[in-house]
C-alpha cells in the first residue's frame, strides 16, 4: 500500500468548493486531505484520491470500462507505440518541466514512461475512471494520481509548467487556470491514416482524421511533429488488443473482429504532437 500521494500536499484544491488541500498527519502515516471548509478525501489503499463528485459523472461508471483498460496495457506494455513514447520523450526532456500533469492519463502506461525518461520532474495523472486510476496507482506509486473531471481539474491555479493530452476530452479553461505562464500543453492527436486498415475493414467509405491544426485561444502553437509508424507482424492477439483498446472495436461482432486481426500483417499508426505555449 502507498501511504503519501508524492508533493500531493501543494497540489490539489478541492473539488467541492476549490480550497486548498492539505494533508493530515497520522500514524503510521498521512492517509487523508482536507480544505479548511472540512471537506475531507482519503486516500484509497492502492495510494490515489477520488476527487470526483458525483456530479460531476456523466454516467454511474464514467470513462473507459476494466475491459477496455486491461487490452490497452496489454498492448502498450508490448512496446508497439515505442516511436511515440520516445518523441513525446524527446519533448518534455527539451523543455525541462519541473511539474506535468498527464491529463486523461488512463491507466498510467505514459506518464510512467515519461517519469523513467526525466526522473527530476515530478508528475501527476488524473483520469475520469476509477478503474483507470486504481491500474496506475498499483504500477506507477511515484506519480500522484487521481480522479477526476478535465472539466473540473482539482489542482491549484498555476500549479504546472507543462501538461500532457493523448487523445483525451479536455476543457481549455482549465488547461489555462492550471498552467503557469508561458507553460506548455501537448496535444497528441490522431493524424489522417491512424489505423486506417480497420477503417478500411469496417467501412465501406473511410473517412480519414483532420490534418488541420486547431488554434488553442491564449497560446501560442510552436511545433507539430508528425510520428508515423508501422505495426508490423504484431500477431492477431496484439491487432485485437489495439482494436478492443478503441471506439472501433465496438463496430463488430467478436467473430468478425477475430477474423480481421487474423487478416493483418501490418496496421498504420499515425499521431500528430502539437505543443503550444500560454500566454507567447
Given at each position: 500500500?502507498?501511504s503519501?500521494?508524492?508533493?500531493a500536499?501543494?497540489?490539489?484544491r ?5 480550497e486548498?488541500?492539505?494533508?493530515e498527519?497520522?500514524?503510521?502515516a498521512?492517509?487523508s486531505?482536507?480544505c479548511?471548509?472540512r471537506?475531507?478525501?482519503d486516500?484509497?489503499k492502492?495510494g490515489y484520491?477520488?476527487l ?9 461508471q464514467p470513462?473507459?470500462?476494466k475491459a477496455?483498460?486491461q487490452?490497452?496495457r496489454?498492448?502498450?506494455?508490448s ?7 520516445q518523441?513525446l ?9 519541473s511539474?506535468?500533469l ?6 498510467g502506461?505514459?506518464?510512467g514512461?515519461?517519469q523513467?525518461?526525466?526522473p527530476?520532474?515530478e508528475?501527476?495523472?488524473m ?13 506507477y506509486?511515484n ?7 478535465a472539466?473540473?481539474?482539482p489542482?491549484r ?7 500532457l493530452v493523448?487523445?483525451?476530452p479536455f476543457?481549455?479553461?482549465?488547461v489555462?487556470r492550471?498552467?503557469r505562464p508561458?507553460?506548455?500543453?501537448l496535444?497528441?492527436?490522431?493524424a ?8 478500411q475493414?469496417?467501412y ?5 482524421h483532420?490534418?488541420a491544426?486547431?488554434?488553442q485561444?491564449g ?7 508528425h ?8 500477431g492477431?492477439?496484439?491487432y485485437l488488443s ?11 461482432p ?7 486481426c ?5 496496421l498504420?499508426?499515425?499521431f ?9
Amino acid at each position: 500500500m502507498t501511504s503519501t500521494l508524492p508533493h500531493a500536499s501543494s497540489l490539489y484544491r478541492c473539488p467541492l468548493c476549490h480550497e486548498p488541500l492539505t494533508a493530515e498527519h497520522s500514524e503510521p502515516a498521512q492517509s487523508s486531505y482536507r480544505c479548511v471548509n472540512r471537506h475531507h478525501f482519503d486516500l484509497a489503499k492502492e495510494g490515489y484520491l477520488n476527487l470526483l463528485p458525483v456530479q460531476h459523472k456523466n454516467s454511474k461508471q464514467p470513462g473507459d470500462s476494466k475491459a477496455m483498460l486491461q487490452q490497452r496495457r496489454q498492448f502498450l506494455e508490448s512496446g508497439a507505440y515505442q516511436p511515440l513514447v520516445q518523441m513525446l520523450s524527446e519533448q518534455f526532456q527539451q523543455l525541462a518541466p519541473s511539474q506535468v500533469l498527464d491529463s486523461g492519463c488512463g491507466e498510467g502506461y505514459y506518464s510512467g514512461q515519461l517519469q523513467a525518461a526525466l526522473p527530476d520532474t515530478e508528475f501527476a495523472g488524473m483520469d475520469i475512471s476509477k478503474s483507470a486510476i486504481q491500474l496506475a496507482a498499483k504500477r506507477y506509486p511515484n506519480i500522484a494520481f487521481c480522479v477526476a473531471s478535465a472539466k473540473a481539474l482539482p489542482y491549484r491555479d498555476q500549479q504546472f509548467d507543462a501538461m500532457l493530452v493523448l487523445c483525451a476530452p479536455f476543457e481549455l479553461a482549465e488547461v489555462t487556470r492550471c498552467l503557469r505562464p508561458g507553460g506548455h500543453l501537448l496535444l497528441v492527436s490522431a493524424a489522417p491514416e491512424h489505423l486506417l486498415q480497420f477503417k478500411q475493414a469496417i467501412y465501406s467509405e473511410v473517412r480519414l482524421h483532420s490534418d488541420a491544426i486547431q488554434p488553442q485561444p491564449g497560446f501560442l502553437h510552436q511545433r507539430r511533429q508528425h510520428c508515423r509508424f508501422v505495426l508490423e507482424q504484431l500477431g492477431a492477439d496484439a491487432y485485437l488488443s489495439l482494436l478492443e483498446m478503441t471506439p472501433l472495436g465496438w463496430k463488430l461482432p467478436a467473430e468478425q473482429k477475430q477474423q480481421l486481426c487474423q487478416s493483418l500483417t501490418q496496421l498504420q499508426a499515425d499521431f500528430y504532437i502539437d505543443s503550444y505555449q500560454y500566454g507567447s
